[in-house]
């Protein structure tokens, strides 16, 4: 961990209670008619890191947690929350991190860097995606393309907004909720889009 990683997680705490109280990066966009895609979520699938393909369709019936994350970002310490999360609602939901450079270049390094740092530094045991862009781009991600097209997913068309935004999928593949980067893993909010 680099001398600015540290201060970036020694500082996370500060940032969130900030930008929770300022209301800054804390939107919440929910799916509130339930709309279906008319694109099937599982006809996906994912570059893994470790260069292997995983289908989406492998993890209906779960809640899918979708997040773009970052090594050398305010929100970095979020790793920490997120796999409690996983561990917590094993079983109930899957997390899959996107790793991606699209903000400040705060993701340089390589996907065997990126696994490296997110398991010693966080314990990170959710799987990680090849590293990719999220933002709209011809470049872009197939999922977050899904994601953030609403004639694909069948209402949103909001991209992450920085590193850890957050993507809930219904365990029957419904786009459910949006989450910007200050809402934690642990909040309420995030708890009760999986639990209900």
Known sequence: MTARQKVLKAIYPILTSYNKFFGKNFRIIPNKNNIKPSISFYDLSVLMNDGSRLSLSEWKGKKIML???A???GYTGQYVELQKLYEQYKGALMIIGFPANDFKEQEKYSD???ETFCLYNY???FPLAAKSVVVHSPQQNEVY?????????????QA??????KY???????????FDPAVSPLSHEVVNSITH
Do not use: A
Not at 160 to 165: G, M, T, Y
């Open 145 to 157: 393309q899904w994601l953030t097209d609403k004639t694909k997913n069948g209402w949103n068309s």
């Open 123 to 125: 314990g990170v045991s």
């Open 168 to 178: 809930i999928v219904s365990e029957d593949g419904i786009l459910t909720r949006y």
């Open 112 to 114: 065997k860097e990126i």
């Open 71 to 73: 090594s050398d970002c």
């Open 160 to 165: 992450p907004s920085w590193n850890f935004s």
């Open 67 to 69: 997040v773009n994350t």
